[in-house]
């Protein structure tokens, strides 16, 4: 057993370094992710949220596209609900155009003129797709590293016997073992999460990694016919109509569906006699994500057919196994819990990270050694840690600071990210790691601070007058990247004290405390 253990210790720690910071990033953007509408909602400062029913936002939207699309070949239409409180907009001109840019409508269905702005989105997309790589290649890695993560959780678990012993003891200002600690601790907390989150991320792109039983038993695409059924295409006619009114379509599908919205509205051939109306239930309080379609037409109004998802038994599975992962069917209250969940997933791959440096330390200047691979994941674990923390406040600084009338400034704040990102990184390898700490996290401390005082210099819904107006979106986002600049800064003055005490033991001719033996040693 003793055996069985060491090995696990070795494959624990290399499963978990080697794709580490890939891990963290992942985990980062993830768990933003479950606020990304009310990122975005934040990042649009100039959508108002103005209360309006589906059916009257589904009215407006159509007004809006007879004006500006009539001669469309489709048009789509995103209601807003609770959490997205924007209409959103496009058509197509023919049946193989491209779609146009999302037009954002206001609750009086008139086009507002916000920011050019990915939002959350883009969070969302990085955590599975990355970025500056083709999404495929992406979807590869971030598999591979999905994969590590598990293997990482369950060898942990069979590593340390006293894994929730120990998860009640937290040692501070004792090297390496507070590390332990910290790492241990944070694992143990939200382990079913870990655990819930890797296995589930796995499945939203399993066929992607396992494709080979859908190749073998289907041909043509029969498998994504089965999986994902599409609405019965229908032909234009030719013949000029009028269109029913899109409310009352909206407001029959709400009371078949037991009072639950439709989502998306997908119309096809607008203005003619064969025009159909297709709408997708919400997801809104659904744990699974294949959602019921209802066919309408377009010009009589009256259904004309459903096409319900084919739960059977694996893709009901695979459904809610996704819906586990994104979190969309969550409360307020369980949507912060993923969050705080997720921050402490990514303070476990964190401190997992920085141990292994700490650890390592010791023993190469003990040995009078420069190891260029100790150098390296020393870098990168400031680069990683500080640097993506740092990048983020730069993307919703950049935000507001960027000239709104910037070509392809949606574009610009992305870029803002990684160039924040890349100044740390350079910084990282031109200081020493111990000055480099507490100077990259101060950088993210000031960024973070930045952001609420930049917004209320430029928009009229700063903090004072969100709380004024009752605006807990924007209340909330403001104070969260006030306490994410304090606990920067926290992490700064802690690891420049570190620094210097190190510093100062050293002039003495004294030695560090001692080292806390490796997980295999300890077994």
Known sequence: MKTLRRAMAEFHTWTGLLLGWLM????????????????????????????????????????????????????????????????????????????????????????????ETKGGYFLYRFHFDLHFIPALWARFLVGIAAMF??????????????????????????????????????????????????YT?????????????GMANFTDGGYFALAYPRPPTTEAAGEA??????????????????????????????????????????RAGSIGT?????????????????????????????????????????SVGLRWLYFLSGVLGMAMIGTGLVQWTARRRRRLASDGRRHVGFWIVERLNVVTIAGLGAGLGGYFLANRLLPLELPKRAEWEVHSLFIVWA??????????????????LALASAIYAAVPVANAFTTDRGLASSLASGDGVFVAFDVMMLLLGGAYGVAALVSSRSARSKV???????RPAAELPSAAEAS
Do not use: C
């Not at 991320?201 to 039983?213: E, R």
């Open 290 to 330: 294949r959602m019921p379609t209802l066919s309408f037409s377009g010009v009589t109004g009256e259904p004309v057919g459903e096409v319900v998802r084919p739960y059977h038994g694996p893709l009901q599975a695979e459904s809610v196994l996704v819906g586990l992962h994104a979190g969309r069917f969550a």
């Open 201 to 213: 991320g796995l499945v939203t792109l399993a066929y992607l990694y396992m494709p080979f039983g």
């Open 423 to 440: 100044a740390v990184g350079v910084w990282a390898l031109v200081r020493p790691a111990r000055r480099a700490w507490p100077e990259t």
């Open 24 to 115: 963290f990033a992942m985990f980062t953007t993830g768990t933003s992710a479950y606020f990304l509408h009310e990122i975005t909602r934040w990042m649009e400062p100039e959508v108002v949220d103005v209360a309006s029913s589906p059916s009257d936002a589904a009215n407006r939207a159509v007004a809006y596209l007879e004006r500006n699309a009539p001669q469309a070949a489709s048009w789509f239409i995103t209601l807003p609900d609770e959490r997205r409180v924007r209409t959103e907009v496009r058509w197509r001109s023919g049946e193989r155009g491209v779609p146009q840019e999302v037009r954002v409508l206001d609750g009086g269905g008139e086009e507002v003129g916000a920011r």
């Open 241 to 282: 109509a009028s269109m029913a009114e899109i409310g009352a379509m909206v407001s029959d599908a709400q009371a078949i569906w037991g009072g639950v919205p439709p989502e998306t509205l997908d119309i096809r051939h607008p203005g003619d006699r064969n025009a159909v109306v297709h709408a997708r239930r919400s």
């Open 504 to 510: 100062s033991i050293r002039a003495r001719g004294q």
């Open 149 to 198: 993560m598990l293997v990482s959780l369950i060898s942990g678990v069979l590593t340390h016997r006293a894994i929730f012993t120990r998860f009640f003891s937290l040692s501070w200002g004792k090297g390496v073992t507070s590390w332990f600690d910290a790492h241990n601790m944070t694992a143990v907390f939200a382990l079913p999460f870990f655990l819930m989150i890797t």
